[in-house]
């Protein structure tokens, strides 16, 4: 603002001829402590018109205006005020990058994330895993097959059959740790009770790789596949399939001796240990070892026995593992919609905000930088003094394409850069339509929310 003005000449044709005479230029109508004083102007605009005062006046005289029409020219209009403009293009460039390009960045991440939400959304539901391992539907298939076995259960359940039952969480809980408890009641049992020349003979080692193995996992394999083969004969029998069930039978009979021998000499073993320490241990002492012999040996494997086979049967497993997987890809499909919904009413808050509150409030600041250059301007007519009527500003200064002063002369601020922005916001409008398009057009999730609730 402080910028010293530049002295434009006469326009081409106007300056006098060679050897005319010279004009006595009259002083300025207001001296420069009489202008400040008086509060026209500033030191600094005063000092800024002092030259266009000269040269305008010079200018009428040689062309003989009359005295009311002595207007400063367009050259003078366009010196005077290029400062003004040239501040007010700056700051348009300003304010469009640091609030314009930050609200427009936010727009385009919002709708990404919106897009990429959308991907996923399209390709649900996934896969569902099914009770068995390896098994495996796909989204329309385990609504299909979930649905299939609840009719069958609710069926059964209707005229008295509770083999589809499920065993309490703490007992299925229980049931699947008794093996780790075994071991380790086993290990106990033998670091508590054995002398210690047993841990320094290879074949007592010998002794705990094969038996702790089997405790852990042979022994609940056996009662694993016992249970199983129960759980299958009250299906086949509540079927009305004489033949599934004999099998089922049979298996049953098989696993369940061989696991109930093993139980025997597991224990049979452990209480041998307790009669031969009967010498130098008290009852009570025998009587202890001979209990954790029993919960090694038998209570464990029963329990687990008793947690598998009341843990339902195959349809009621494959049932519950298919509306957990459908339930947690249900509650995925309403959370990215969700998400989707939230980012386009946010793009949607920015664009108003952009267009109702952002963009006019940089033109009109803009605009008012530009018009500073009319306060100088209207000073320079005082100073030439003898002019009627106000200023002739061009109407309109402005329009959808500039920025103006009205000045005659002056220079204007280009809207360009401003109508690019507008052109990537309508850009990004047109993104988020389509993106509330693929919205709208998506399929319901095919496990509704009543079915989610039923479970």
């Avoid at 097959?145 to 008295?160: H, K, N, S, T, Y």
């Avoid at 001796?257 to 002492?285: C, K, N, P, Q, Y």
């Avoid at 000073?379 to 009527?389: D, E, K, P, V």
């Amino acid at each position: 603002m402080a910028e010293k003005a530049r002295v434009i000449p006469f326009p081409e044709g106007s300056a006098p001829a060679t050897g005319t005479r010279r004009y006595k230029v009259p002083a300025p109508t207001f001296s420069k402590s009489d202008a400040v004083k008086g509060g026209l102007c500033d030191r600094e605009i005063y000092d800024r018109t002092q030259p266009y005062h000269a040269m305008t006046v010079r200018y009428h005289l040689a062309a003989g205006t009359p005295r009311a029409e002595w207007e400063p020219t367009e050259s003078v209009g366009f010196s005077l005020s290029q400062p003004y403009v040239d501040h007010a293009a700056q700051e348009l460039n300003d304010l469009l990058k640091c609030e314009v390009d930050a609200l427009l960045e936010d727009h385009d991440a919002l709708l990404r994330v919106a897009d990429f939400y959308l991907d996923r959304l399209e390709r649900l539901p996934e896969d569902i895993a099914g009770s068995e391992p390896g098994v495996t539907y796909s989204g329309s298939e385990a609504v299909r097959r979930a649905r299939e076995l609840r009719a069958r259960i609710e069926g059964d359940r209707a005229v008295g059959h509770r083999h589809h039952d499920r065993a309490p969480r703490w007992l299925t809980a229980l049931a699947r740790w008794t093996p780790w408890l075994a071991g380790a009641g086993f290990v106990g049992y033998l670091a508590a009770y054995l002398p210690v020349g047993f841990w320094l003979a290879l074949a007592s080692w010998g002794y705990l790789a094969v038996v702790l193995p089997y405790i852990v996992l042979g022994q609940t394999w056996l009662v694993d596949r016992a249970a199983r083969s129960h759980a299958d004969l009250l299906a086949a029998e509540a079927d009305g399939q004489p033949g599934p069930a004999e099998k089922a039978r049979n298996r049953r009979f098989r696993f369940g001796t061989i696991a109930g021998l093993g139980a025997i000499g597991v224990t049979s073993g452990l209480a041998l240990r307790a009669v031969e320490a009967a010498a130098s241990v008290t009852v009570g002492g025998v009587a202890l070892m001979v209990l954790l012999a029993m919960v090694v040996g038998v209570v464990l494997p029963a329990l687990r026995y008793l947690g598998t086979v009341s843990d339902g049967s195959k349809a009621s497993r494959e049932r519950d593992a298919l509306v957990a997987g459908l339930e947690a890809d249900h509650a995925a499909y309403e959370d990215l919609v969700a998400q989707v919904e939230r980012n386009l009413r946010g793009a949607e808050d920015i664009d108003r905000r952009l267009i109702g509150k952002t963009v006019p409030e940089t033109i009109d600041h803009v605009q008012r930088v530009a018009d500073q250059a009319i306060t100088p301007y209207a000073f320079l007519r005082l100073q030439i003094g003898g002019l009627g009527g106000e200023p002739p500003l061009e109407s309109p200064a402005s329009d959808s394409t500039r920025i103006g002063t009205g000045i005659p002369g002056a220079p204007t601020v280009s809207l360009q850069p401003l109508l690019d922005r507008a052109r990537r916001r309508e850009q990004l409008r047109v993104y988020g339509a389509t993106l509330a398009a693929r919205l709208r057009q998506l399929p319901a999730h095919p496990w509704s929310t009543t079915e989610a609730k039923r479970g």
